[in-house]
């Protein structure tokens, strides 16, 4: 028989239909597994099931939201932040209009975000990341495309909420617009009774991303509500389309409001009350979406202070809804926004109304002194005084001297003509074969040090915004890339933003209320031929009631001059100038002279210390590979003489196998595993850095164990000698009584130094204008460990006058060798203060931390060690007492006898 006419009478009817059947079936299996109370139980009064059919190529664009408000959800979600939901995958129905819908409901837990102006600062140093807890379930149900309801059952994604049942019930509008775009609804708890599981039900408003109208700012357009910007587009620049609108404001930072002066008598709360009487200071725009022709959807968020610590994604009392369409021809990005109402019962029957605020923003072609913002702009109300709801006019702008740069800013100067008279008198005469920063370079940004008329102190920072036509470069890496050369010597036009925080009792004036931010926008000349910086300045003033008009917020009655110290200056501090106001004594925005100094590496500088700290990675594996050849050489030399082993004083070397075991056991682990916390003291050199820390360590321990062994045969021979070493036990103990008083007592004065050095400094911090870095008595102490160890020989010329010793126990490549390593780095130190950078990044050859370093101690101990050689010498040659007078010089002295081992020595007392 044929096998396909076989085939076709067992399978005689179409396989299509059964695959319909195993899909159905497959489905509300799905349905019944992933949460055990039915879905037409919960669901089908409000979207019911349906066979599904064809799926949906790109199911995330069905229904989604990312931005989302709730509230409720105790004790499992905690704290009220953001919500968010995913479509997985979707499928058509056999019913019209309805859709199959997989996704995921996450809601994401509290944030910290860096507090501070770092929205000001031209190099800001943001946090890595911040870990937020993520609570998410995992929901199946069905969407009506007729009248926008959505039901899911489903359960939790953790561990923890795996058996947790959960529906959820959206009102999800298939088309919207600016009043109707709210998504909102509810996620329950299904498991009744279960109090240990469960959590309250959860409110939750989000937006809709779905064939969106943006029918309100076009109707406004039409009307002409648009036209305060129009005729300012020579003066504008373009934010361009689609996405570079969205990137432009969002990059704006805060807007900070100014409110105009008829806010006294008219309504000027953008939240209609909402803030609580008090007005809110900054803005900012969240963006819901960007679409590619220039049509955007914001949330505008309003606050009292510019950093709101835990950060919310929006709180419906603080926010207003706009919806805004890019104006390329004027050059305006234009809003309407809506207030959310019914929110305060249940955030599930919210909407939004009173849209009759407006906004309008654009950005200006130039920058100023007196204007440095990079967007400004305007809000209203398009109703009139008399109408319940009005809005007084508020104008915005973005954060001065912030990191946005259109395309086509520039910078122009407006005071640098009426400085001539002011800057006369600080220029210095010129000096030959003397080099000052080129104004383009880094080295005219700095960290500074300030000090007021009290002596109070605070730390800030300051860099060029500007220099001539071009801007400085910002965010750590420059802007343009200029050489240096003679063309741009001289004086050149340059803008400066400097800003400090200081303590809360720092006074700067008459102000009496703490100051928590300064900031001074500057503009000047600067010339490159004497490193002098004369500017004029203008500082923000912060209001109490915001009701002021632009050009009072302001204090521009101030004069800057900086003097930047040529690059080879030897001086310690390479910048040091004054700010200084030009107001009258009896004005209360007065303040007496602030003092600014800084110590800021140059590029000069950076390459020096780069350069001396390769040599000096160096210098310590020659010394250290050194110190293990010199320990070599003993060996061998006590293998070739093993009869003067009982002449090693025990004492020497158990300083100097302590010496090698200490940072041993201190750095242990930085032998195996790189230390993750430490900074590289260069970028670029940490690698080479953290292989020559191993090296290092590797060496120190091979030194030890050399060290080690030389005592354990110093130690084992004496043992062994069976009572015949006794004397020489004796005149090691002797040699012990002696060395540690001495250096317990060293220990002790270094320990009330430190004290003193701690105190006196603690009241030089109050005077002078740099930090002084308190020490630390570890610190200290490894300084006179340092000391102890440069006279290494001390136990060992002790020991040779105890028991009148001449036997050349020591090989001279040990005691001049060791000696030498030790000595170099106070030679190097006396060269390295004579010849070395100005910039002193704590050194790694020489470290002051492991020694005391100074032109009196490094030439002390280089003379001491110098000395003790020449006594470990004599002694060797002429006993251990021929450096004393003969009538201390006693008349035993011991001498060698033959032995039986060839490793056993005796000695017999010869009275002469």
């Given at each position: 028989?044929?096998?396909?006419?076989?085939?076709?009478?067992?399978?005689?009817?179409?396989?299509?239909?059964?695959?319909?059947?195993?899909?159905?079936?497959?489905?509300?299996?799905?349905?019944?597994?992933?949460?055990?109370?039915?879905?037409?139980?919960?669901?089908?009064?409000?979207?019911?099931?349906?066979?599904?059919?064809?799926?949906?190529?790109?199911?995330?664009?069905?229904?989604?939201?990312?931005?989302?408000?709730?509230?409720?959800?105790?004790?499992?979600?905690?704290?009220?932040?953001?919500?968010?939901?995913?479509?997985?995958?979707?499928?058509?129905?056999?019913?019209?209009?309805?859709?199959?819908?997989?996704?995921?409901?996450?809601?994401?837990?509290?944030?910290?975000?860096?507090?501070?102006?770092?929205?000001?600062?031209?190099?800001?140093?943001?946090?890595?990341?911040?870990?937020?807890?993520?609570?998410?379930?995992?929901?199946?149900?069905?969407?009506?495309?007729?009248?926008?309801?959505?039901?899911?059952?489903?359960?939790?994604?953790?561990?923890?909420?795996?058996?947790?049942?959960?529906?959820?019930?959206?009102?999800?509008p298939n088309s919207s617009n600016l009043e109707s775009s709210l998504v909102t609804g509810t996620l329950e708890c299904l498991d009744a009774?279960?109090?240990?599981?469960?959590?309250?039900?959860?409110?939750?408003?989000?937006?809709?991303?779905?064939?969106?109208?943006?029918?309100?700012?076009?109707?406004?357009?039409?009307?002409?509500?648009?036209?305060?910007?129009?005729?300012?587009?020579?003066?504008?620049?373009?934010?361009?389309?689609?996405?570079?609108?969205?990137?432009?404001?969002?990059?704006?930072?805060?807007?900070?409001?100014?409110?105009?002066?008829?806010?006294?008598?008219?309504?000027?709360?953008?939240?209609?009350?909402?803030?609580?009487?008090?007005?809110?200071?900054?803005?900012?725009?969240?963006?819901?979406?960007?679409?590619?022709?220039?049509?955007?959807?914001?949330?505008?968020?309003?606050?009292?202070?510019?950093?709101?610590?835990?950060?919310?994604?929006?709180?419906?009392?603080?926010?207003?809804?706009?919806?805004?369409?890019?104006?390329?021809?004027?050059?305006?990005?234009?809003?309407?926004?809506?207030?959310?109402?019914?929110?305060?019962?249940?955030?599930?029957?919210?909407?939004?109304?009173?849209?009759?605020?407006?906004?309008?923003?654009?950005?200006?072609?130039?920058?100023?002194?007196?204007?440095?913002?990079?967007?400004?702009?305007?809000?209203?109300?398009?109703?009139?005084?008399?109408?319940?709801?009005?809005?007084?006019?508020?104008?915005?702008?973005?954060?001065?001297?912030?990191?946005?740069?259109?395309?086509?800013?520039?910078?122009?100067?407006?005071?640098?003509?009426?400085?001539?008279?002011?800057?006369?008198?600080?220029?210095?005469?010129?000096?030959?074969?003397?080099?000052?920063?080129?104004?383009?370079?880094?080295?005219?940004?700095?960290?500074?040090?300030?000090?007021?008329?009290?002596?109070?102190?605070?730390?800030?920072?300051?860099?060029?915004?500007?220099?001539?036509?071009?801007?400085?470069?910002?965010?750590?890496?420059?802007?343009?890339?200029?050489?240096?050369?003679?063309?741009?010597?001289?004086?050149?036009?340059?803008?400066?933003?400097?800003?400090?925080?200081?303590?809360?009792?720092?006074?700067?004036?008459?102000?009496?209320?703490?100051?928590?931010?300064?900031?001074?926008?500057?503009?000047?000349?600067?010339?490159?031929?004497?490193?002098?910086?004369?500017?004029?300045?203008?500082?923000?003033?912060?209001?109490?009631?915001?009701?002021?008009?632009?050009?009072?917020?302001?204090?521009?009655?101030?004069?800057?001059?900086?003097?930047?110290?040529?690059?080879?200056?030897?001086?310690?501090?390479?910048?040091?100038?004054?700010?200084?106001?030009?107001?009258?004594?009896?004005?209360?925005?007065?303040?007496?002279?602030?003092?600014?100094?800084?110590?800021?590496?140059?590029?000069?500088?950076?390459?020096?210390?780069?350069?001396?700290?390769?040599?000096?990675?160096?210098?310590?594996?020659?010394?250290?590979?050194?110190?293990?050849?010199?320990?070599?050489?003993?060996?061998?030399?006590?293998?070739?003489?093993?009869?003067?082993?009982?002449?090693?004083?025990?004492?020497?070397?158990?300083?100097?196998?302590?010496?090698?075991?200490?940072?041993?056991?201190?750095?242990?682990?930085?032998?195996?595993?790189?230390?993750?916390?430490?900074?590289?003291?260069?970028?670029?050199?940490?690698?080479?850095?953290?292989?020559?820390?191993?090296?290092?360590?590797?060496?120190?321990?091979?030194?030890?164990?050399?060290?080690?062994?030389?005592?354990?045969?110093?130690?084992?021979?004496?043992?062994?000698?069976?009572?015949?070493?006794?004397?020489?036990?004796?005149?090691?103990?002797?040699?012990?009584?002696?060395?540690?008083?001495?250096?317990?007592?060293?220990?002790?004065?270094?320990?009330?130094?430190?004290?003193?050095?701690?105190?006196?400094?603690?009241?030089?911090?109050?005077?002078?204008?740099?930090?002084?870095?308190?020490?630390?008595?570890?610190?200290?102490?490894?300084?006179?460990?340092?000391?102890?160890?440069?006279?290494?020989?001390?136990?060992?010329?002790?020991?040779?006058?105890?028991?009148?010793s001449k036997e050349r126990a020591l090989a001279p490549a040990f005691y001049v060798g060791t000696t030498v390593v030790r000595l170099l780095?106070?030679?190097?130190?006396?060269?390295?203060?004579?010849?070395?950078?100005?910039?002193?990044?704590?050194?790694?050859?020489?470290?002051?931390?492991?020694?005391?370093?100074?032109?009196?101690?490094?030439?002390?101990?280089?003379?001491?060690?110098?000395?003790?050689?020449?006594?470990?010498?004599?002694?060797?040659?002429?006993?251990?007492?021929?450096?004393?007078?003969?009538?201390?010089?006693?008349?035993?002295?011991?001498?060698?006898?033959?032995?039986?081992?060839?490793?056993?020595?005796?000695?017999?007392?010869?009275?002469?």
């Amino acid at each position: 028989m044929n096998p396909s006419s076989l085939r076709t009478r067992v399978f005689p009817i179409n396989p299509f239909p059964l695959l319909s059947i195993f899909f159905f079936f497959f489905f509300s299996l799905a349905i019944s597994t992933s949460a055990s109370t039915p879905y037409d139980q919960y669901c089908n009064d409000v979207v019911p099931a349906s066979d599904p059919t064809a799926p949906r190529s790109q199911p995330d664009s069905l229904l989604r939201f990312d931005t989302a408000y709730y509230t409720g959800g105790d004790p499992v979600l905690g704290p009220q932040d953001a919500a968010s939901f995913r479509t997985r995958s979707a499928s058509e129905t056999r019913t019209a209009g309805v859709f199959r819908i997989d996704g995921i409901l996450t809601f994401l837990g509290p944030r910290f975000i860096n507090s501070g102006n770092w929205t000001r600062m031209i190099n800001p140093h943001l946090p890595r990341g911040v870990s937020r807890s993520r609570v998410g379930f995992r929901l199946t149900g069905y969407w009506s495309q007729a009248d926008g309801k959505l039901c899911m059952i489903g359960s939790g994604m953790r561990s923890s909420l795996a058996s947790v049942n959960v529906g959820l019930k959206l009102n999800y509008p298939n088309s919207s617009n600016l009043e109707s775009s709210l998504v909102t609804g509810t996620l329950e708890c299904l498991d009744a009774g279960d109090d240990l599981t469960c959590f309250s039900v959860v409110s939750i408003m989000g937006f809709s991303l779905r064939n969106y109208e943006y029918k309100l700012v076009d109707g406004e357009n039409e009307n002409r509500g648009f036209v305060m910007y129009d005729g300012m587009e020579n003066v504008s620049l373009g934010f361009g389309t689609g996405p570079a609108v969205c990137k432009a404001v969002r990059g704006a930072g805060i807007f900070e409001l100014e409110y105009m002066e008829d806010c006294g008598s008219v309504n000027c709360d953008p939240l209609g009350g909402g803030s609580g009487g008090i007005l809110p200071g900054f803005m900012s725009f969240n963006d819901i979406e960007c679409m590619i022709e220039g049509r955007v959807r914001y949330l505008i968020d309003f606050a009292n202070t510019s950093y709101n610590g835990y950060h919310l994604p929006f709180n419906p009392s603080t926010v207003l809804v706009a919806e805004g369409v890019w104006n390329g021809k004027k050059k305006h990005l234009d809003f309407v926004a809506c207030r959310i109402l019914n929110f305060k019962d249940t955030v599930a029957k919210a909407s939004l109304g009173d849209c009759s605020i407006r906004l309008s923003l654009r950005s200006p072609s130039t920058m100023t002194l007196r204007s440095r913002s990079t967007v400004v702009g305007q809000m209203w109300s398009n109703k009139s005084m008399n109408d319940s709801g009005y809005l007084g006019r508020i104008s915005f702008e973005s954060p001065r001297n912030g990191n946005t740069r259109v395309e086509g800013l520039r910078y122009e100067y407006t005071e640098v003509g009426n400085l001539s008279k002011s800057c006369t008198g600080k220029i210095t005469g010129k000096h030959k074969n003397v080099t000052y920063p080129n104004g383009y370079s880094s080295d005219m940004r700095f960290d500074m040090t300030v000090r007021n008329s009290k002596g109070q102190v605070a730390w800030g920072y300051s860099s060029p915004l500007s220099v001539g036509d071009r801007f400085y470069g910002y965010g750590g890496q420059s802007a343009f890339a200029v050489p240096v050369s003679d063309s741009q010597s001289g004086m050149l036009n340059i803008s400066y933003v400097l800003s400090f925080n200081p303590h809360s009792d720092f006074q700067l004036g008459g102000e009496k209320r703490s100051i928590k931010y300064v900031e001074i926008s500057a503009e000047g000349t600067y010339d490159a031929e004497t490193g002098v910086l004369c500017m004029k300045g203008c500082r923000h003033l912060e209001s109490r009631n915001r009701t002021f008009a632009k050009n009072e917020s302001l204090d521009c009655e101030m004069f800057i001059n900086i003097q930047y110290a040529p690059l080879d200056a030897k001086d310690r501090s390479n910048v040091k100038g004054t700010i200084e106001s030009n107001r009258n004594k009896s004005d209360p925005l007065h303040f007496e002279r602030i003092e600014l100094f800084a110590n800021s590496i140059s590029i000069l500088q950076a390459d020096e210390s780069i350069w001396r700290m390769d040599l000096e990675i160096t210098m310590v594996l020659i010394s250290n590979t050194l110190a293990c050849i010199f320990l070599v050489l003993q060996l061998f030399h006590v293998k070739k003489n093993p009869d003067v082993l009982p002449f090693i004083s025990v004492v020497m070397l158990t300083v100097l196998t302590l010496a090698h075991m200490i940072p041993l056991v201190l750095n242990f682990e930085a032998l195996f595993v790189a230390n993750r916390n430490r900074q590289n003291v260069f970028l670029g050199s940490g690698g080479w850095l953290e292989v020559n820390e191993v090296l290092v360590r590797v060496i120190t321990m091979v030194a030890f164990l050399l060290q080690f062994r030389l005592l354990q045969q110093t130690w084992s021979t004496r043992v062994g000698g069976a009572g015949s070493w006794d004397r020489l036990w004796v005149s090691d103990k002797k040699v012990l009584y002696f060395s540690l008083p001495l250096y317990v007592g060293g220990g002790l004065l270094a320990w009330f130094v430190h004290l003193w050095k701690n105190s006196y400094n603690s009241r030089l911090l109050r005077l002078r204008q740099f930090g002084v870095q308190q020490l630390s008595f570890w610190g200290d102490f490894k300084s006179f460990a340092g000391l102890v160890l440069d006279g290494f020989l001390l136990p060992q010329i002790v020991f040779n006058a105890f028991c009148d010793s001449k036997e050349r126990a020591l090989a001279p490549a040990f005691y001049v060798g060791t000696t030498v390593v030790r000595l170099l780095p106070h030679a190097y130190d006396l060269y390295r203060a004579a010849h070395g950078s100005t910039w002193n990044f704590g050194g790694i050859y020489a470290n002051p931390r492991m020694d005391y370093y100074s032109t009196a101690w490094d030439i002390t101990i280089s003379c001491g060690g110098l000395m003790f050689i020449v006594l470990i010498y004599l002694q060797q040659r002429f006993g251990g007492r021929c450096f004393l007078p003969k009538r201390f010089r006693e008349s035993a002295v011991y001498e060698k006898v033959p032995v039986v081992a060839s490793t056993e020595l005796t000695t017999r007392e010869v009275i002469s």
